[in-house]
């Protein structure tokens, strides 16, 4: 079973709907969750964080923690083709340094 | 202009060569990075530093050698050990690595391919 698995996707949503993004992981103890975006050919980019149970807002963006079922969600927003994108999930457990990462869900938002 | 900056953009290697790729940051970060990411794959950890002079490897290091001198500089060697090169080459740096919300920043990223 991988640490942090994600659906590789391509997720095809329409302009303006709801994406949603989905990433589960195995290690019990983990306590710091990261959604990254990376443009095709670029370095990832951080696009939200959440550490405790519940929905975090930020603008388009919410993510969603749920410890119990170890799951963390991206849910975007108003969906534009400039949300295009491969989206990392990333976790960090306990007190280890490492993050590890999802192989990312590609997404893609079309007019 | 605070950053992490990566050169070069790309790198080419010869068969038996050893190349080394540079990271350096102005962000007063303690803790440095280096990913390793092939097509379709996440990202995966070659090495890591908490503090200057001090190292650790990743989950894929073998093949690979770092230094850490001075706090805003983080090299990354390829030796000719590394059978499989060609990836694209990822450095980050975070505040402390020891901190539960510990984020990480990546540079832009070196390209290395193999003649």
């Known amino acids: 079973q991988k640490e942090v698995e994600q659906n590789s996707g391509p997720l095809s949503v329409p302009e303006g709907a709801i994406a949603s993004l989905n990433c589960t992981y195995s290690d019990r103890v983990s306590q710091s969750f990261f959604w990254y975006r990376q443009y095709s050919g670029k370095s990832p980019e951080l696009i939200m964080s959440?550490?405790?149970?519940g929905d975090k807002e930020d603008g388009r963006f919410t993510a969603q923690l749920n410890k119990a079922s170890q799951y963390v969600s991206l849910l975007i927003r108003d969906s534009q083709p400039s949300d295009s994108a491969t989206y990392l999930c990333a976790v960090k457990g306990g007190t280890a340094s490492k993050l590890t990462f999802g192989t990312g869900t590609r997404l893609q938002v079309t007019l | 202009d605070g950053g992490i900056t990566q050169s070069p953009k790309y790198l080419f290697r010869k068969e038996g060569q050893n190349v080394t790729l540079s990271c350096e940051q102005n962000l007063n970060h303690d803790a440095m990075y280096w990913y390793r990411q092939d097509p379709g794959q996440g990202l995966r950890l070659i090495y890591y530093?908490?503090?200057?002079?001090?190292?650790q490897k990743g989950d894929i290091a073998e093949g690979y050698s770092v230094s850490r001198e001075k706090k805003e500089s983080f090299p990354l060697t390829v030796t000719s050990a590394q059978k499989n090169p060609t990836a694209f080459y990822l450095c980050a740096s975070s505040i402390d690595a020891s901190l539960a919300k510990n984020i990480q920043y990546f540079g832009a990223g070196t390209r290395l391919s193999v003649l």
């Open positions: 530093s908490q503090i200057v002079n001090d190292f």
């Open positions: 959440i550490y405790s149970n």
